[in-house]
């Protein structure tokens, strides 16, 4: 499911590493001001709240040379409370303008400007029944200055010249390019419609299914494209260049996958040798892990793009030159991260966490970058084995800055810190490691896919779910890596004939309760530390498990040995 964070993570090697983790982000300082237009971007306004989506359908025409579009959004709706108000907002970013808009096809309704936000005029209508509301648009476009990390179009060339044109839009909102009810709590219930209006020379890819494609005999065609199911504003996007298709049928959970592949021309021969191997071990591992592929209705798609990836729901792009890796390197140190392409599994993982289970408000942005980053330590815990999943997972912390929280303020479109990626990641995997039973921890992840299928979220149903499933209270587990800064620090000491260890937890919030698991090839001890002192009688071959070098290996934390008191 990305478009936004930019997590800069410190030194040249954190800058890779958060590269890798971070395909279209801009993080928000800590210490900005928020305004009004926060406000309106990132609440449930009473402009927002009285109408639910039911169906966009879009038609967007970009002119390649002049960097202009222009296009029409009808916006399909249920009324859910009483809007005496009679006022709707609809989100168009500048330079972008509105033209007009209709009201159920027929009358034109008043509107007004408030920066981002127009404010439209709606007749009073009753609640439970539907109405819908065209919008045309025309302007300059915004342009991405690097995409993916910064929204906007992309107006670009392959390397023989020709045009390539795409959209990023994550984080700032897919109201940069087309006008929608831009947050992320409210999904077309029903799918989305995208029309895109190319020169002949050119196709147009855009997610789920072609339903159309139309000669205009003026030096155009017209490609229509529709999901079924609901999909994120931001997922919603055009793919236009020299492209070309091939298919297959995989077989999947729940029957034969439509999968479709769209690159440009000239790399025809060598996509259908890279991409399908790394597309097939990335359904079989995370249906494994996550459950069925979330959107069977719609196929799933991986599209060449000009910028590195996104998670673009059934339509995956992918720009990374065919290579292991993110562009030929490893983020983690370890290796294994040279052993499969990151975008191609990354990416895709978002239709699990981010597509499939989508958070409601941007602060929760960790339900799909954190799962997300760690559906790679699925990955390769599934093709490569535990050690190998053990070792990249512990990689990956060298982008963590502990900067300011994981989860930011609500209601603002605001986002945390870049450490949203390899931090929750770092979490779950020291839960799995305490919970010690990944039968249980499998159906845990299955059954959130299942539990919120489609479905927009908070991190306290998230939390909630989890501690609910595992029979264990870890709500000061996710308080302490997502709400703070601080590294829990595992003191202990034993004593003089090794026959008592003694531990406590210190540098966490009060009452952290992380268990943990210690092992080797002899021995299996668990134990779960407080703040205060506890005393754990030791066999002869469980002392060797207090080994602060192996603790840390499986877990986020610090231990160290200390004095006896």
């Known amino acids: ?86 006022m709707m907002q609809i989100d168009l970013q500048e330079p972008l303008v509105i033209d007009s808009i209709l009201f159920n096809h027929s009358g034109r309704l008043h509107f007004t400007k408030e920066g981002n936000a127009w404010h439209v005029a709606v007749p009073e209508q009753k609640k439970a029944t539907e109405g819908n509301v065209t919008v045309y648009y025309h302007g300059q476009v915004r342009v991405s200055v690097r995409p993916p990390w910064s929204a906007g179009w992309t107006f670009t060339k392959d390397s023989l010249g020709r045009p390539w044109m795409t959209v990023t839009c994550q984080g700032s909102g897919a109201s940069v390019w087309y006008p929608c009810k831009d947050h992320q709590s409210d999904e077309p219930d029903k799918g989305a419609s995208l029309t895109v209006i190319v020169p002949d020379t050119l196709v147009a890819v855009a997610n789920g299914r072609l339903q159309l494609k139309k000669d205009n005999a003026d030096g ?63 359904l079989k591992s995370f249906e494994y892990w996550f459950g069925p592929y979330p959107f069977y209705e719609d196929g799933y798609q991986l599209i060449e793009t000009s910028h590195s990836g996104m998670e673009h729901q059934s339509a995956v792009s992918y720009g990374n030159k065919y290579k292991f890796g993110y562009g030929g390197r490893d983020g983690s140190g370890t290796g294994w991260g040279m052993k499969w392409d990151f975008i191609i599994i990354h990416e895709s993982g978002h239709e699990w966490f981010g597509n499939n289970i989508t958070s409601k408000d941007l602060a929760d942005m960790y339900i799909h970058e954190g799962f997300t980053n760690y559906s790679e330590t699925l990955f390769i815990d599934y093709i490569f084995g535990k050690d190998a999943a053990n070792a990249y997972n512990a990689g990956i ?40 039973n990944d039968t249980l921890f499998r159906q845990i992840l299955r059954g959130m896919n299942k539990t919120f299928y489609h479905q927009t979220v908070t991190t306290q149903q998230i939390e909630n779910y989890i501690s609910k499933q595992a029979h264990y209270d870890y709500s000061k587990v996710f308080d302490q890596y997502l709400r703070t800064t601080q590294i829990p620090r595992l003191e202990f000491y034993l004593d003089q004939d090794h026959k008592n260890a003694f531990y406590r937890w210190t540098n966490c919030v009060s009452g952290f309760n992380l268990p943990l698991v210690l092992q080797n090839e002899n021995a299996k001890l668990k134990v779960i530390p407080t703040e205060s002192w506890k005393k754990q009688p030791l066999k002869s071959n469980e002392a060797p498990l207090f080994d602060t070098a192996a603790i840390v290996k499986m877990y986020y934390i610090t231990a160290a040995v200390v004095e006896k008191n």
């Open 1 to 86: 499911m990305q478009n936004f964070i930019l997590a800069v993570r410190g030194i040249v090697t954190s800058l890779l590493f958060l590269a890798i983790f971070t395909t279209a982000k801009a993080q928000t300082p800590a210490s900005k001001i928020f305004t009004k237009a926060d406000t309106l971007r990132g609440s449930i306004t009473p402009e927002r709240a009285w109408w639910d989506l039911i169906r966009y359908d879009i038609t967007v025409k970009p002119d390649y040379e002049s960097k202009t579009i222009s296009g029409s959004n009808t916006i399909t709706y249920k009324v859910v409370s009483d809007n005496k108000k009679r």
């Open 397 to 436: 912390r060298r982008g963590i800055k502990n900067d300011r929280p994981v989860i930011a303020k609500y209601d603002v479109n605001d986002q945390g810190s870049g450490d949203m990626y390899p931090k929750p990641s770092n979490m779950l995997h020291a839960i799995r490691h305490g919970l010690d």
């Open 220 to 282: 155009t065609t017209t490609y229509k494209w529709a999901v079924v199911n609901p999909i994120s504003n931001y997922c919603i996007i055009p793919y236009i260049g020299k492209y070309v298709n091939f298919s297959e049928k995989y077989a999947c959970e729940k029957g034969a996958l439509d999968v479709n592949y769209w690159v440009l021309d000239y790399n025809l021969t060598r996509a259908k040798e890279y991409m399908p191997p790394q597309v097939h071990n990335m």
